[in-house]
């Protein structure tokens, strides 16, 4: 059965008619890795470099365009967070005497978020990418970005949470904002996006898709009955999930909710927080997916040729975030990559079995099909409120008298005023080989993951 | 030893658990200490298996009528570590110690199944000093409540089960009774009890009523199936969140019609959890991703990002250098560089060869080799660019500019400070290493180190590997700093293969 392939066919932008080629933008800041959060902290900024490598050395690079992020400034990563808050992070070092205990309770740092050398730094790398990704699509420069040091979905406005100081999906959307007028945002870290969720909980201008466990497990929010508030009253959508969720399962439930979503959303640019802590064997998570179920999520979106943005987030099994988003660039491209993985810089992390795809492990899957229908019912049931007025929440709010008269705007074509910059075609072309590229295999069921009995992670 | 007075203190150890109450050993002194203990413990299943006398007769006879010896085997199984520890594998110790040569698996559970479990569930302190010698098989040195927490999770699953099957049987007084045999209807109760507890003070977390220094860390969100001593010390919690690695704790919700009696869903995915509960009681703060518990969502100008209204106007000067400098410094494509190199490159997305003309193929020599040839490949591919992205500062050349000492004193910093609860390992490295910056350590740890644990553990311990645990410091580097030397052949002499004492689950 394949899994790609469905989906609402919007018309494609310029260029995108071969559904196999994207136009991928990729950033990566080249210091990331050497950022460390301590001692026994499970947040390794290294697991990026460990990607960048795989990235590197399967030759993706050669379909990707390349860019290290500009640093967000305190100014930038304020139009998000609050003043104070900010101004604490670009202040805070590593000696911990130095800070204020005040300031360490009211902003939440300390334990899972501890103050390290280098946090404001790294922050801004975290948020400079992922606001570049924006303005690429925004400008139209790319159909795909990529950032896997963004992601962070956790961080508030005026807190840290989660390991997440700054919220750079947050940064992202506002900026792609500017030019999209509806933004969908999609969470498969194996915790509740509620940063993204809590940020744009009021306004229909962003959809956030958040799946996830749910009960007992970090955050506590993402109820399935949390839909929004205000003007955002249906605009957030929570999948609450139990453990041991494998990749069938999975891929039913995200594709039958994705499809409704694009029906009745309708956006025009898609935000896909890849944490990989909901893959098998994390040492956080709890969910039974393989490198190629989580990557699924990724090609059902892309069929919809919509510009899309891609970012990294939880994952804490370092070796297997490694293989999940060197992957997933892959999919981005448009390439299957070998499951035996190339020599490279970190070639021992993958062993015993050095291959790039992991097996999911026997546990029970603990969500049933009643509970799974339940879920989809009544998610189901959400959206299709929104089906009702397919104009009506586009409106300007009728309390503002000046505002101009709301046109019918013929959603499916951007708007003449933001052609597109990039003329077409790939980026070097020199290294494009039709010959030399592997064509995209559409078998990604669960049967056609390798069978590979050494590979037995314990 | 087996006397009259083991089987005596047994009695009195029953009794303090409230069971065999009257019971009076007429002249125990005399008696041969195995009849003394087949008394005991036939009182003793009275209790506990009500009507149920029949099936186990004393004194306990194998098939073809010989006797058996319980109180020897009772004795050697608590010797090699109790029931649970000899179901690891130890119980052709235990039979041969009790000279038996039976399936006593089967006969212990049998008579002694139940005897076994209560006496576990008293602490160390109630021990006899002939039991002190007693071998934790399965702690690995670190302490008794490792132990005792396996068994409690044991009893918990047990338990668990039990309240299944009595809900789903409730006519039956047998399912009732087997579970008070094992004690099971105190420590549901307890259950029960702490659940509530735990509601209640999730509500008022919920309300904002507690600070955070109040609130325990564990309670408020938690992932799963993680133990915490602590919280059970500072809440008086009688039950630990428990797990095993095979057993999960399903909602008992649904089974017990809305009984209150709810046991939290907990299960575990991986060994590496294990890891987790020991660093739990080792430690004082684990991961447990703390958080402000808000249920709601709260709204408000603190908490959304201002969102203006849709317009149709696109901003202006998207093309100024304030937008322009978002897209960062271009990498790649590089302009006009290494064209030529290009052509000569392999395919995108292939992997490697398994096959090649090293003398050993696949081992760690051969690895690196394959290594150095693919970097040296990449470096002609990406000219200036393989420096700009930092593939310089990648992987194991780091060690290059190490000298060995300083890798030997790395390694030996790593094994007394990794492990301590006090988190001082960075600043002990920083000491041992004065003129190295703290970066330059952090790159050897992740470039160097852990990769050299990888390479062990792949090689030496293939069924147990961690790319994530920190703690893990037992292993060697094979061959040094260049691979060289990792495995030694002497042609002259003939090859003996010898058990490796290294190799610990190859067998499994």
Known sequence: ?458 | MESAAYALDILSRLQFLGFCAGLKIPDPASSHPSEVFDAVLAAFLREVYPGKRDTRPLPAALGDGRRVDLLRLFSAVRAAGGYVTCSAGAWAGAAESAVLAAPVKILYAKYLGALDRWIQRLPEAERPSEEKEEPSLDCNGRGQQDMVLKRKREDMAGMLDWVRGVAESVSEEGAMAAGLADGYFPAALAVREAVSRKRARRASVANGALSQEVSCKCCRSTTSAKIDVLCTKKHGLLVQHAGSDTNDLTKVLQNMNGSAMVIEHESNLNGQWKHECKKQLNSSDGWHFTSHKRTKIPVGSSYQAHVPQWSDVPPENYDDPETLKWLGTKLWPLKNENKVALVDCDPIGKGREDICSCNFPRSVECVRFHIAERRLQLRRELGSAFYVWGFDRMGEEIALSWTDEEEANFKAVMQMYAPSPERNLWDRLHLSFRLKRKKELVSYYFNCFLLRRRCYQNRITPRKIDSDDEEETEFRFLGNSLGQSATKYDSTKQTICIQSTNCMDLDQ
Not at chain 1, 44 to 56: E, N, Y
Not at chain 1, 146 to 152: F, R, S
């Open chain 1, 1 to 458: 059965m394949a899994a790609s392939g469905e989906g609402v066919s919007l018309p494609s932008p310029a260029g995108g008619e071969d559904s196999r080629r994207r136009r991928v933008s990729y950033f990566y800041e080249p210091t990331i890795g050497d950022y460390y959060y301590g001692q026994g902290h499970p947040m390794k900024p290294h697991r990026i470099r460990m990607a960048h490598s795989l990235v590197v050395h399967y030759g993706l690079h050669r379909l990707l365009e390349l860019s290290r992020p500009f640093p967000a400034s305190e100014a930038d990563i304020g139009r998000f967070h609050s003043e104070e808050y900010v101004s604490f992070l670009a202040s805070a070092t590593g000696n911990p005497t130095a800070l204020d205990p005040r300031a360490v309770k009211r902003f939440n740092v300390g334990e899972d978020c501890p103050v390290f050398d280098g946090l404001f730094p790294f922050c801004q790398a975290s948020a400079g990418g992922s606001i570049g990704a924006a303005v690429k699509l925004n400008r139209g420069d790319a159909d795909i970005t990529v950032n896997w040091a963004g992601g962070l979905h956790h961080a508030k406005k005026a807190e840290a949470s989660g390991f997440c100081y700054v919220n750079d999906i947050v940064l992202a959307i506002l900026e792609l904002l500017k030019f999209h007028r509806r933004v969908l945002y999609i969470d498969i870290d194996v915790h509740h996006g509620d940063g993204v969720e809590e940020a744009f909980f009021t306004t229909n201008r962003v959809m956030t898709v958040s799946f996830h466990k749910y009960g007992d497990f970090f955050p506590g929010t993402g109820h399935i009955t949390d839909i929004g508030a205000g003007e955002g009253k249906h605009y957030a959508v929570n999948v609450p999930l139990s453990d041991g969720i494998d990749d069938a399962t999975f891929r039913d439930l995200f594709q039958c909710i994705i499809k409704r979503v694009m029906d009745v959303y309708q956006p025009e640019v898609v935000v896909l927080q890849c944490g990989a802590d909901s893959l098998a064997g994390d040492r956080l998570g709890c969910f039974n997916l393989s490198v190629k179920g989580h990557a699924d999520c990724l090609r059902f979106l892309r069929s919809f040729n919509i510009p899309m943005m891609l970012l990294g987030g939880g994952g804490y099994t370092i070796r297997n975030v490694a293989r999940c988003w060197c992957y997933e660039t892959a999919v981005a491209v448009g390439v299957e990559p070998d499951n035996k993985l190339p020599y490279n810089d970190y070639y021992e992390y993958f062993g015993p079995d050095y291959n790039l795809h992991i097996q999911p492990r026997s546990v029970e899957n603990l969500n049933t099909t009643k509970d799974l229908e339940n879920i989809k019912n009544m998610i189901l049931d959400h959206l299709s409120t929104l089906e009702h007025v397919p104009n009506a929440q586009f409106h300007e709010r009728p309390s503002d008298p000046e505002g101009p008269e709301e046109k019918e705007e013929d959603m499916d074509k951007r708007p003449a005023q933001r052609s597109r910059l990039w003329s077409g075609g790939a980026y070097d072309s020199d290294t494009e080989d039709p010959e030399n590229m592997k064509s995209e295999t559409n078998e990604l069921t669960a049967n056609s993951i390798l069978k590979d009995d050494s590979n037995d992670d314990l």
